[in-house]
């Protein structure tokens, strides 16, 4: 068995790079030489990556695309992608040319509230505790003035703050359950500090509150969290055009194209097992935008998944109905994210996604975010319901493919040529590889 490793974080970058290698690889220096291979050899920016967490050892790379001609409310866009899938980038790209020529995108922020709670145990009286919540609230507010102060010059703050019983569910629990605006800050740092200084506050006044008992007196703090949840911090994009323009070449069928797409969005609605897949497709565009823009990409998908559950069953995040001959698609989803604040000032590349979209406050980001989810689940399903997803999966999967065979680049230029008009499979491509390789051996 491997010895457990003490003051591991205090060990020097080489010295952790040295104790992987010999602990987990037979063959330490290729390991050492593989991962110093992705050092940046600009030393002051490597270290601002090393610093983002403990214990790096080296980066890891995953492509920045740019999806372009995204037309958002009337301005054009080069949205910024970060992610390995071979097929999204151009199925964006593909979905923004589509809807550029019938009018683009419009996307609308319908709220913007985050939520934090503090959650405690107290077995006494309701009435007391709610005179006692009466009373404290005031000093909530006083108590946070330090962290708030800057965050109210920018148009923020805690919006309310309400004592929730929750002992129907579990006995003894209740929550302050707080709600804030944070206007370009994703504002975690925020509402965390307020929540954390609310617990304090709230627990030594109920040490001091007359109409307590002893007992009431001690009411257990369990822990003070943001929420992840944010169903009143809503976005909305949609696109729409005449059901005749739906289609680009006239062996289809419009109607039966428009048809087939109302189908597969029902099915996505009653159906979890479709709905989940059709919203990782979402999930695509989304995730590489909020990447690419150094936002929380993990806190997004737990938010929007809640989201697709909140009526009790999981469900698809896109609608689409057709209403006097216009065919009309949208999307509606909480989207926690900032434009300040975290990775957003630190990162180089991130610094250039934002200003790339022309410096976006937190509310056109959350436009932008959308509107590439919307893209790729169209992009996705008009390829389900026509061609089938293979085709142009495969087609972008073609290089991967070939780069793991070692091709050179004349090679994999000769292949993507020979492919053209023929299905691209793994063993289509190693046969003919194969044959290649032996025929020019
Ligand atoms: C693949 O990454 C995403 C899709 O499966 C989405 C979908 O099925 O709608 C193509």
């Not at 323009?245 to 109302?262: G, H, I, M, P």
Request: aromatic letters at 10%.
């Amino acid at each position: 068995m491997i010895a457990p490793v003490a003051g591991f974080s205090k060990l020097s970058k080489n010295e952790k790079i040295a104790w992987l290698a010999n602990t987990y690889f037979h063959d330490s220096e290729a390991v050492i030489a593989m991962l110093k291979n992705y050092w940046n050899s600009d030393e002051k920016l490597q270290k601002l990556h090393d610093e983002f967490i403990e214990n790096t050892i080296t980066n890891f790379y995953l492509p920045l695309g740019i999806a372009p001609n995204f037309l958002i409310n009337d301005t054009m866009h080069a949205i910024p992608m970060t992610i390995e899938e071979s097929s999204v980038v151009a199925a964006a790209s593909k979905a923004a040319k589509f809807w550029l020529d019938r009018g683009g995108f419009k996307a609308t922020v319908l709220s913007t509230e985050k939520v934090g709670q503090v959650h405690f145990m107290y077995y006494g009286a309701i009435e007391k505790l709610e005179a006692y919540f009466n009373s404290i609230k005031p000093e909530l507010f006083i108590a946070t003035k330090h962290i708030t102060q800057n965050m109210e010059k920018r148009g923020g703050g805690i919006s309310a703050i309400e004592l929730r019983d929750k002992t129907d569910e579990l006995n003894g629990y209740f929550q302050l359950h707080c709600t804030f605006e944070t206007v370009d800050s994703m504002g975690a740092n925020f509402i965390n500090s307020c929540l954390e200084q609310f617990a304090k506050t709230f627990e030594a006044g109920a040490a001091t509150f007359e109409a307590f008992s002893e007992e009431e007196r001690e009411i257990q703090i369990v822990m003070s969290i943001l929420s992840n949840y944010v169903p009143n911090c809503i976005v909305k994009a949609e696109v729409s055009c005449p059901i005749e323009e739906l289609v680009e070449s006239e062996s289809v069928d419009a109607n039966e194209f428009a048809e087939k797409f109302l189908r597969a969005i029902q099915i996505a609605k009653i159906e979890p097992y479709r709905a989940v897949t059709h919203n990782k497709g979402i999930m695509n565009g989304i995730d590489a935008v909020v990447l690419a823009t150094g936002n929380d990409f993990r806190a997004i998908e737990a938010g929007i998944h809640a989201y697709a559950a909140k009526d009790g069953r999981y469900t698809s995040l896109t609608d689409a109905e057709v209403v006097d001959g216009i065919f009309k698609f949208w999307i509606e989803i909480p989207l926690s994210l900032g434009t300040v604040g975290g990775l957003t000032s630190l990162h180089p590349l991130v610094k250039l996604a934002l200003e790339m979209l022309g410096k976006p406050n937190a509310k056109e980001l959350m436009q932008i975010v959308a509107v590439a989810g919307l893209a790729q689940n169209f992009a996705a399903v008009r390829s389900l319901v026509t061609t089938g997803i293979q085709k142009g999966h495969m087609k972008m999967h073609l290089i991967n493919i070939l780069n793991q065979l070692e091709a050179t680049e004349a090679e994999k230029a000769h292949f993507v040529n020979y492919f053209k008009d023929k299905t691209v499979t793994h063993s289509a491509v190693v046969t003919a590889f194969t044959a290649y390789k032996s025929q020019h051996a």
